[in-house]
């Protein structure tokens, strides 16, 4: 990535050097972009390496495989709770 980072920025600099002052183009500024993008990757993979791919132990609550969705049962004395009123009609109980 360093490697391609080095590349990049040597084009960059001899295409922004070769002609006059003038407003950067479209190319440029691609070229800009992807000098920042290899040159964080690359340094990125310079200073934490290989252990960016380390396989860590993810615990079983974390992980994203379900067997079946939850079923979820009601409560016992769910039979007692009565449905809330309607808002029109507690409106019209104090109007």
């Known amino acids: 990535m360093l490697v391609l980072a080095c590349g990049t920025g040597t ?3 001899r295409h922004v050097h070769a002609h006059a002052p003038a407003q950067a183009t479209m190319g440029e ?10 040159l964080v990757i690359g340094s990125g993979l310079l200073f ?3 252990a960016l791919w380390k396989q860590v132990h993810v615990p079983g609550r974390w992980s994203v495989e379900f067997l079946e969705p939850a079923v979820m049962e009601p409560h016992p004395t769910a039979s007692n709770v009565h449905p809330l009123p309607h808002p029109a009609d507690t409106i019209r109980k104090y109007m």
């Open 48 to 50: 934490v390496g290989p």
């Open 29 to 38: 500024l691609g070229l800009c972009a992807l000098l920042v993008l290899l």
């Open 11 to 13: 084009i960059l600099y």
